[in-house]
């Protein structure tokens, strides 16, 4: 199978990448839209700011590449957040995939949410400020300071807000799950 | 709900543990991944590795350490020990670390914290702070408690929130060793000042000393080396003690 990582200067590639090996799998780091067009299962992964990370993406043609990508797409943080239409974090525009908007968390409790909280029963780590509200493509909710989506699907585009790559056992079960689809 | 934190450290000198781990399961009790990987199994939540080494070698040892540490370990871990640039922060978070650990560098150069925090992200930015209080006031310290400063703990602490700093590891060096408890008052009063998740260290002894720092001193976190490393507390044992007092934890 043909893991691709999409790799475009965004944080923690190397703990996803990590992480697939951990299962049997050498996933491929690239930013080449042929390399991406052909994987079998395509990781957008994200650590970091929006705006700068969707400068990236547009510098490098990958916003128009991804969401017309017709395999398995399984984005993570921010990579999830990147993936909805619009982002409050530098106001920016984004892919457009989820027809959301990610809003930053009111400070009613601490922010970043940082730790480890439960979607469905099951423990993820998260770590963000900014979050996705529960709409009709949510398939897990978490709650801190609100309901959130802590994961989405539309068609082949899968997102989690949780780091599976970082979540012990339940991280390594969400991506056995992925690569199996 | 979001669950309280246990974060065993292990200092790290010349990329082995150091201060007398001894586990009969462990082949070889010094190697840090073989260690982390214990606790991580034993249901750890985060790890936190400080380098103590003091030689201009580190820095190539250390990357490649964490390298083998995020091949190997499924939960978040921190780095910390000696960063002082912006470029040693690369250097650890492109070898797989989440987050490091910054503390005397940013209290020489507090615009380091924002330089990490523009270019990471606040998320991967852990500043540590060792403070003692004397006559009511909390003074912060630097390389490892020898040098006193002049700043208070709580300014200091609002100024690296402000800054860009993702959490706050507060050390009392009141308490740290003496195994009599957390600084709860003074965690408490941070955590009023800062919204920020404050991560206490020091003077763990006991489980009730767990509970003690999740509910009077408001942590999020809390970190202990000894206690974990000697087995004179268990995690699990103390996941399940903090479960029974009705502290949100992952079991």
Request: charge should be negative; glycine fraction near 8%.
């Amino acid at each position: 199978m043909k893991v691709v990582i999409i790799n475009y200067g965004a944080g923690n590639t190397q703990s996803v990448r990590y992480a697939f090996e951990r299962l049997g799998i050498t996933p491929i780091l690239s930013d080449d839209i042929a390399e991406i067009l052909t994987a079998d299962k395509v990781i957008f992964p994200g650590v970091g700011h929006a705006k700068a990370a969707m400068e990236v993406l547009r510098e490098k043609q990958l916003d128009l590449l991804i969401p017309t990508l017709k395999q398995p797409v399984l984005g993570i943080c921010l990579g999830m957040q990147l993936m909805c239409n619009f982002s409050e974090e530098g106001n920016t525009k984004c892919l457009g995939i989820f027809n959301e908007d990610v809003k930053l968390f009111e400070p009613k409790l601490k922010v970043p949410h940082i730790g480890w909280n439960t979607a469905e029963n099951n423990w993820y780590y998260f770590v963000h400020s900014y979050y996705v509200p529960v709409n009709e493509y949510t398939t897990e909710t978490c709650n801190y300071i609100t309901d959130f989506s802590a994961a989405m699907q539309k068609g082949n585009f899968y997102a989690v807000q949780y780091h599976p790559e970082k979540s012990g056992k339940g991280g390594e079960e969400l991506l056995n799950k992925f690569t199996a689809i | 709900m979001l669950a309280k934190r246990i974060i065993p450290c292990l200092d790290i000198k010349d990329g082995r543990v150091v201060k007398g781990v001894n586990f009969e399961n462990l082949r070889d009790s010094g190697n840090p991944v073989e260690l982390a990987k214990l606790y991580a199994e034993q249901g750890a939540d985060e790890l936190v590795f400080l380098d103590i080494t003091a030689t201009h070698e580190r820095r190539k040892t250390l990357a490649a350490l964490v390298e083998e540490i995020a091949r190997e370990i499924n939960i978040p871990f921190t780095v910390g020990g000696g960063i002082s640039t912006v470029d040693d922060v690369h250097i650890l978070l492109q070898s797989g670390a989440d987050k490091v650990s910054v503390n005397s560098a940013a209290v020489r150069n507090p615009q380091l914290i924002q330089d990490i925090a523009d270019k990471f992200g606040s998320q991967c930015l852990v500043l540590a702070i060792d403070a003692k209080e004397a006559d009511g006031e909390w003074l912060v310290y630097l390389n490892g408690g020898r040098l006193q400063t002049e700043l208070i703990l709580f300014s200091w602490a609002k100024q690296a929130e402000q800054m860009g700093a993702g959490e706050i590891l507060f050390t009392s060096m009141n308490h740290d060793g003496t195994k009599n408890g957390f600084a709860n008052e003074a965690l408490n009063d941070l955590s009023q000042l800062i919204n920020i998740p404050i991560i206490a260290s020091g003077g763990a002894g006991t489980m009730q000393h767990f509970v003690d720092t999740f509910t009077t001193g408001s942590a999020d976190a809390a970190l202990a080396a000894s206690i974990f490393h000697f087995k004179e507390i268990a995690i699990p044992d103390l996941k399940q003690y903090l479960h029974q007092h009705n502290i949100p934890i992952r079991l």
